[in-house]
């Protein structure tokens, strides 16, 4: 195989002192110096969240302040990260939600590993939990990213229930006690 040398051409004065380079520089600064930012000044201003964006999942409660989470276990099995993890409690004979068969004793999301797919919203039968408009959740160690039951109803708050589906089961218990 045969080495071919190239013959390089030598520099004009102008491109050996690297004043076109500058200029060609100088020019797009200048450009862009006096036309409208594009940056947000955040956390002042906040991006325009998509209508399609999931967000982040967290726990809800009813309208009366009661937990709708019922600890079926459905959310962690359907989660492709396993970054649920759900331990069931039992709930006191004596407590006014004792109708409902379960609650979570502890849950947490590792929000670590969650990727915000949306499948825990949908296979929810309560609807216990939502995926909220979050996008800045943040932490300096691994283990303020991983949300314990008490931060994600911080998080999730309250939501309206058009199916009412606690009230509607203490009133068939109820109904069904009455009768005997």
């Known amino acids: 195989m045969a080495i071919v040398p190239l013959e390089r051409k030598p520099?004009?004065?102008?491109?050996?002192?690297?004043l076109p380079s500058i200029a060609a520089g100088l020019k797009t600064t200048l450009k862009h110096l006096?036309?409208?930012?594009?940056?947000?000044e955040y956390?002042?201003?906040?991006?325009?969240?998509?209508?399609?964006y999931r967000?982040?999942?967290t726990l809800v409660?009813?309208?009366h302040g009661r937990e709708k989470c019922v600890s079926c276990?459905?959310?962690?099995?359907?989660?492709?990260?396993?970054?649920?993890?759900?331990?069931?409690?039992?709930?006191?004979?004596?407590?006014?939600?004792?109708?409902?068969?379960?609650?979570p004793q502890e849950f947490e999301i590792d929000m670590l590993r969650c990727i915000y797919c949306g499948l825990c919203q949908e296979v929810c039968p309560?609807?216990?939990?939502?995926?909220?408009?979050?996008?800045?959740?943040?932490?300096?160690?691994?283990?303020?990213?991983?949300h314990n039951k008490q931060r994600l109803y911080e998080l999730g708050g309250t939501l309206p229930d058009p199916?009412?589906?606690?009230?509607?089961?203490?009133a068939a218990e109820v109904a069904g006690g009455a009768s005997h």
Request: proline share 12%; net charge negative.
């Open 126 to 146: 309560e609807e216990a939990i939502w995926l909220q408009n979050q996008f800045s959740l943040t932490g300096y160690t691994r283990e303020e990213m991983v």
């Open 55 to 57: 967000g982040a999942p």
């Open 34 to 40: 006096f036309q409208p930012n594009v940056t947000l």
């Open 73 to 103: 276990q459905l959310c962690e099995f359907v989660c492709p990260q396993k970054s649920i993890r759900i331990t069931p409690g039992e709930i006191p004979a004596d407590d006014p939600t004792a109708h409902v068969e379960k609650a």
């Open 163 to 170: 199916h009412l589906k606690l009230d509607k089961k203490l």
């Open 61 to 63: 409660k009813d309208p």
């Open 43 to 52: 956390p002042e201003q906040r991006p325009a969240i998509p209508p399609g």
């Open 11 to 18: 520099l004009t004065l102008a491109e050996r002192t690297y």
